[in-house]
C-alpha cells in the first residue's frame, strides 16, 4: 500500500513540475497523404491523425488531391482512414484541406459567398464521415493583399466562420500556422485561434521543401533577434518539432501571439491533469482488488488440474469418432465429384432446352408477324373495297342506261354461257375446299391451344428446374462451407494424431517393457506363495515359545506387564489373521498366475497391433496431407462453379418469364382464330345456297337468248363504244387494286368483266 502511495505522490510531483512537457508527450499529432498512406499503417501510437485528402478549387468548390484513391465515398481512401476510429477509438481523426496561393485555389477568400459556399461544401463533406472529429486547415502564401483597406483580415474571418459552422455540427478546427511567422502574423493571427483545440507550427523544411536536408530546421520568432540567432540557417530547433510531434511544443517565445496560444491551452490542461491524478489514485485500490482475486484463483487453477487429466482419457475416446468423421467427409467428397460430372452433363442440356425455346419463341415471333401483314392486308383489301363502293353505284347507274344497248351483246352471251358454268363449277369447288379447310382450321385451333398448354407446362418445369437448381446452389454452398469449416479441423487433428502415433509407440514400448517384470512379479508371487506354508508353522512355533518364555517373566512383572501380554495376545490373534489372508492371497494368486500367463501372448499381439496401427497411421499422415490440399481446390471449384449456376438460374428464370409473356399471345391468337372459324362457316353456307340458284339462273338466260339475238345487231353499232368503255372502266378497276394495266386489251375476258357487272341488272 505504501509503495503505491509513494509512486501516485512521485506522479503528482512530476506534473506540478513539467507541465509543459507532459502536454508535449500527451499530444502527438501524426500527418498522412493518400500517396503514404496503407490500412495497414499503425497509428496507435498517435493522439491525433491527420489524413490530408482535401484541396479548394478556383470556384471555391471541395476537391480532391488524389481522386484516384479517395473520389469513392464507400471504398476510398478517406472511408478506410476513416475506420481505423474502430481499431483505435482513442484517436481523434481530422480531414486535412490543403491550399496554396500560388496554386490559385484561394484568391476567393475576399468574397463572403465564396466563402459560404465553400464551407457548406465541406460541412456537406464531413457528414460522410461522422467518424471524424474535425477538419485540419493548412493554407500557404498568403500576403498583405488578402487585408482590405478597412485592415480587415479575410483569412481570419474565413477561420471564424469556418470554426462557427463546424462547431455547429459538432465538430472541432486545428490550422497550420507558417515557419516564418513573424513576416506574416498579422495575416495568420486571428483572435479564434486561442479558442481551438491546438494550432500546428510548420517547420522550415515543410515550408521550403527545395532545402538541402542538411539545413537545420528553426523556429522563427514573431521579433528580432540578435546576431548570431538571425541567421535562420544557423538556430537549433528542439527536437520536439520533428514532423510527427508537431503539436503544442515548449515555444521559448513571447507574447503577443505566443502566450495568447499557450497559456489558455496550459489552463485547460490543468483540470485533465488533475483528474488524471484522482484517477490513479482510483485506480489504487482496485489494483489491490485484482491481486487479491489472482491469489484467490490460483488454488482453482491447482485444482483444475486433475480434471483436465481427467479429460485425456475423454479425448482419446474421441479420436475414433474423429477418424470415422473424417471417413464421412472423404465420401462426401467422393460423392461431390461424382456430383460434378453430371452437372456438367446438364450443363449443355440446358444450353440446347434454352436454344430450342429461343428458336420456338422466334417462330412465334414470325408467326405473329404474318398474321399482323394478313391483317394489314385485310384492311387494305377493305379500304379498296369502300372506295370501289361508289364508283361501282356510279357504274349501275350508268349501265342501266346501257341495258338497251347490252341487249344485243346476245351472241356473246351465248359464248358466255359455257364458262360461266366453268365458273359454277370452280365456285362449287372452291366451296369444297372451303369446307375441307374449316376443320383443318380447328384442328390447327386446337394445335395452338395444346402447344399454349404446353408451353405453360414447360414454363412450370422450368420454374420447378430452377427451384431445384437453387436448393442444388444452397445445398452446394451449404457444402462448401462445411468443408471451409472442416478443412482447418482436419488440419488440427493431423498433428493430434501423429502426437496419438507417438503415444501409442511409446505405450506399446511401455507394454514391452512391462511383460517380463509381469512375469517375474508372478515368478515371486509364486515363491512366495511356497514359502507362506513353512513360515506359518514357524509364527505358530515362535507364538508358543513366546508364551512359554514370557508367561514366567510376565507373572514376575504381572502388575506390569498385563496390558503387554494383552498386545501380544491381540498381537497374535491379529498375527493368525493375516496368516490366514495370506493363504487366500496365495490360492488367488496361485489362480491368477495362469490366467497372467495366457494374458501374455494376448499383450505380446495387442502391442504388435498397435505397432502395425502405428505404422499405417503414419502412412496415412503424408495421404491426408495430400489430400487437403485437394479439399481445398475442390471447395475453390465449388465456389466457381456457385456463380455460373445462379446465372443459369437467372436464365432460366428470364426464359420464364419469356414463355410467360408469349402464352397470353398464343392464347389471344388462338381466340382469334376461334373468332375466324364461325365466319368461314357462315361464308361457306353462304356458297352452298348460292352453288343451285347459278343453274337456273343459266336456265333464264338461255330463255332470253332469242329476244337478245335481235339486239346483236343493235350491239354490233355500239361494240366500238362499249369496248372503250369496258377498257376505261378495266383501266380504273386495275389502278385502284395497284395491278398494271394491259396495254392490248382482250375481248372475251372484258365482256365476261361487264356481263358480271350487268347481270343483276338484266336478271331485274
Known sequence: MDRYLLSCLLLVCMVLAYPSEIAAQRSRVCFAQSGDYTTATSIGFCSHAVYIALNPTSKAFVGILNPANDADDLLGGIRKFANLKKTYPYVDLYMGVLGSISAGNILWLNQQASRKTFIDLLITKMA??????????????????????????WYALFVAELNTALTAKNLK??????WDASASGDIYYSSTLSTLPFNVIKTHEEMYSAVATTTTRPISPLFSLAAPFNDETKTISPLLLQPPLLLQPPLLLQPPLLLQLQVPLLLQEVPLLQEEVQLLLEVVPL?????????????????????????????????????????LLLAVVLLLLEVVPLLLEEAPLLQEEAQLLQEEAQLLLEEVLLLQEEAQLLQEEAQLLLAVVPLQLEEVLLLQEEVQQL???????????????????????????????????????QLLQEEAQLLQEEAQLLLEEAQQLQEVV??????????????????????LQLEEVLLLQEEAQLLLEVVPLLQEEAQLLLEEAQLLPEVVPLLQEEVLLLQEEVVPLLLAVVPLQLEEAQLLQEEAQLLQEEVQQLQEVVQLLQEEVPLRQEEVPLLQEEVLLLQEEAQ????????????????????????????????????????????????????????????????LQEEVQLLQEVVPLLPEEVLLLQEEVPLLQEVVQQLLVVAPLLLEEALLHQTQHRQLRHQPVHHQPRLPRQVQQLLHRLLPAILR
Request: aromatic share 2%; glycine share 2%.
Open 407 to 445: 341487249l344485243e351483246v346476245v351472241p356473246l352471251l351465248q359464248e358466255v354461257v359455257p364458262l360461266l358454268l366453268e365458273e359454277v363449277l370452280l365456285l362449287q369447288e372452291e366451296a369444297q375446299l372451303l369446307l375441307e379447310v374449316v376443320p383443318l382450321l380447328q384442328e390447327e385451333a
Open 287 to 327: 489494483l489491490q482488488e485484482e491481486a487479491q482475486l489472482l491469489l484467490a484463483v490460483v488454488p482453482l487453477l491447482l485444482a483444475v488440474v486433475p480434471l483436465l487429466l481427467a479429460v485425456v482419457p475423454l479425448l482419446l475416446a474421441v479420436v475414433p469418432l474423429l477418424l470415422e468423421e473424417a471417413q
Open 128 to 153: 460522410s464521415y461522422p467518424e471524424m472529429s474535425g477538419v485540419y486547415l493548412d493554407f500557404d502564401g498568403l500576403t498583405n493583399l488578402y487585408q482590405a483597406s478597412t485592415d480587415t483580415n
Open 173 to 178: 478546427l486545428i490550422t497550420a500556422l507558417p
Open 616 to 679: 499405417l497411421l503414419l502412412e496415412v499422415v503424408p495421404l491426408l496431407q495430400e489430400e487437403v490440399p485437394l479439399l481445398l481446390e475442390v471447395v475453390l471449384l465449388l465456389r466457381e462453379e456457385v456463380p455460373l449456376l445462379q446465372e443459369e438460374v437467372q436464365l432460366l428464370l428470364e426464359e420464364v418469364l419469356l414463355v410467360q409473356e408469349v402464352v397470353p399471345l398464343l392464347q389471344e391468337e388462338v381466340a382469334l382464330l376461334q373468332e375466324e372459324v364461325p365466319l
Open 474 to 495: 444452397l445445398l452446394l454452398q451449404e457444402e462448401v462451407q462445411l468443408l471451409q469449416e472442416v478443412v482447418p479441423l482436419l488440419l488440427a487433428v493431423v498433428p
